[in-house]
């Protein structure tokens, strides 16, 4: 497996702002993946990452909304922009290690708040 | 619309015995099935994968897989207390190799184990 890390590990936020949560791997990968964990509910793709080409969003996520920057194998950063309540939620990065067993390894992740 | 389906609980079963859980899946084109453990508050943790049909064991874990019947189950031997989680399957997405890395995951099954 990998060392995976998240920044920050909780926050909260005031509605209309915006937020960055990093991930961080300690070994290159490259594929990497942004889910959205909201309470009592199971994990929803948001989008995947790869390195040197463009996020891809899954359907009811937009890239206004949900900003990915992929600048390296190690590194991955997602934007939750204009922020509502709804918005409310554990956010988690997960990456694939081998790129033939489509297992992936998820970070800590990050719980938001929105108020 | 791919969809994974689970019971979600909670399954109750005493210290010592065998918890059986399960998992239905609608698209069959799937190849890969993954059984995550997630306690309360922490991410998922990858505890099985499963690509043929048949059993694969590990250690207390068995996973199951049939994909005449779309079903995958996980057997959880001899279970303890510390096995008290909530159990997600996942299914990668679909036959598009766009699409192999994606996971759906269902919504989870809760377990408890009494002492």
């Known amino acids: 497996s990998a060392v995976i890390s998240q920044k920050p590990s909780r926050d909260i936020c005031q509605r209309g702002t915006s937020l960055t949560i990093q991930c961080q791997v300690d070994s290159q990968v490259t594929m990497m993946f942004w889910y959205r964990q909201q309470p009592g509910q199971s994990l929803t793709l948001i989008a995947t990452?790869?390195?040197?080409?463009?996020?891809?969003?899954e359907s009811g996520f937009v890239i206004d909304k949900f900003p990915i920057s992929r600048p390296n194998l190690t590194f991955s950063t997602l934007t939750v922009s204009n922020m509502s309540p709804e918005d409310s939620s554990i956010y988690l990065c997960s990456v694939e290690l081998t790129g033939w067993s489509y297992e992936q390894y998820f970070g800590p992740g990050t719980r938001l708040t929105v108020t | 619309q791919k969809e994974v389906e689970q019971n979600s609980g909670p399954l109750s079963v005493p210290e010592g015995a065998i918890a059986s859980l399960n998992c239905t899946y609608s698209d069959r084109g799937s190849q890969s099935f993954f059984w995550y453990r997630q306690y309360s508050g922490k991410s998922p943790e990858l505890i099985m994968s499963i690509y043929s049909n048949g059993d694969k064991e590990d250690g207390r874990f068995t996973a199951q897989l049939n994909k005449a019947s779309q079903y995958v189950s996980l057997l959880i031997r001899d279970s303890q207390p510390s096995d008290s989680a909530t159990y997600l399957c996942a299914v990668n997405s679909g036959t598009a190799f766009s699409d192999f890395q994606k996971l759906v995951f269902g919504t989870g099954t809760r377990l408890l184990v009494s002492p």
């Open positions: 990452a790869n390195q040197g080409s463009e996020a891809t969003y």
